[in-house]
DNA sequence: ACATGAATACTTGTATACAAGTAATCCGAC
DNA sequence: GTCGGATTACTTGTATACAAGTATTCATGT
């Protein structure tokens, strides 16, 4: 997801095993995991290739995660109620003022992790578990894509505006404009891919 | 997903090997998919359970179902172009004429295959193989209250019948009334579902 | 020089042996 | 008769040995 492991890069089951000083089988479970977010495959008899950042996936992807997501703010807006506010208010804000926080400090890592603890904070008022894995394994095709992004255009403190005025809509029990600003929020990826492929082709295909 | 296994059967590794003349590994393999799509779930050293059709996760697969093709089927709709009429309508109807033969047969199994090929075939027009990925892995929530639907209520000519209001709608290039067909077209599950908890109460859970 | 093909050094796929943990059973003490 | 605890017979989890396939290398013949 750091990009500690370069796309297109082969990685071996043994290396891996005995870096990790675990047997092959723990590591091939991992391994059959990570394919099925597509962050891995496995060419029979040869390695396990790190895959290019699809295009074609992580467009299709965003298509998901908007829907998905606009499905459960909508909810969450709609059943925002006053016991809510007082329970989960404090703690929403809270993420918020952190995330500030790593944004100031220029920290990928633990920005990403926030951000993410964002979205599953309103997803879960929707009430949908189901929902929140099917958006926690689009993450593969996506997150990688983020960490480039941050790395390069510092917009962290942009992304922290957006999630607040999209928190405000919620409590606001605006469920129109909460779905309006995350298509919003999902927005600008496609400029973003376009660049950061020409700054590192050979991590893309599609 | 035909019920062959019945909710909260026990299984074994050693079992499932034997009867399959193969080791214990491929076994394990296939059990951690059927685990992710939550039609089993692995109890530490004590077996593997087939999952009980849980009410909750039923109908949080259709929500995402609901979701996740109306914007599939909306796309088509807008899309479906003069040319797509002559290469895909006659497989289309071919398979909707299908589906009746399966309707008047009263073969479920391969009237299943058919409805999953039929929103397949929708899906594939908006382009999106991952979407599809996704679909396909709610099946495992979905498909088997759904093969006990049918087998209680024999009700296929009238799936059917929607089915080909959808194509209809796509064909007309009818955005909306595609998305609010298919939202009917998931609508009656919920009914559905509390009647077969009744007759097979020892199959739920939640 | 160059094409061809066998040998080699890898890889993942599969089978099996062993470790560790669960739950029921059985036996004995009270 | 009943409770308690060690034993036993399972299970899945992990490690390892072997099978099968890929791609390179290197020798050989033209």
């Known amino acids: 997801m750091t990009l500690a492991f370069e796309p297109g890069q082969l990685i071996y089951e043994n290396q891996l095993a005995e870096s990790l000083s675990v047997s092959r089988t723990p590591v091939r479970e991992a391994i059959r995991s990570l394919v099925n977010e597509c962050l891995l495959e496995v060419l029979p008899q040869r390695g396990t290739r790190v895959a290019y950042i699809s295009v074609k996936k992580v467009l299709e992807a965003r298509f998901i995660r908007s829907l ?59 009430g949908n578990a189901t929902l929140l894995n099917v958006v926690y394994q689009m993450r593969g095709h996506l997150n990688r894509l983020r960490y480039m992004a941050l790395r390069q255009y510092r917009h962290m403190p942009q992304i922290v505006e957006e999630h607040e005025r999209l928190f405000e809509a919620i409590a606001a029990n605006d469920s129109e404009l909460a779905g309006r600003l995350l298509e919003l929020h999902f927005g600008k990826l496609n400029d973003e891919m376009s660049e950061l492929r020409a700054l590192t082709p050979h991590y893309f295909i599609d």
Chains 1, 2 share one sequence.
Request: aromatic share 6%.
């Open 68 to 126: 998905l997501e606009q499905g459960a703010f909508r909810i969450a807006a709609a059943e925002w109620s006053a016991e809510k506010k007082t329970v989960s208010n404090k703690a929403i804000q809270r993420m918020l003022e952190e995330q500030r926080e790593a944004a100031a400090d220029g920290d990928i890592t633990v920005f990403l992790q926030l951000d993410e603890a964002f979205h599953r904070v309103i997803m879960e008022e929707a």
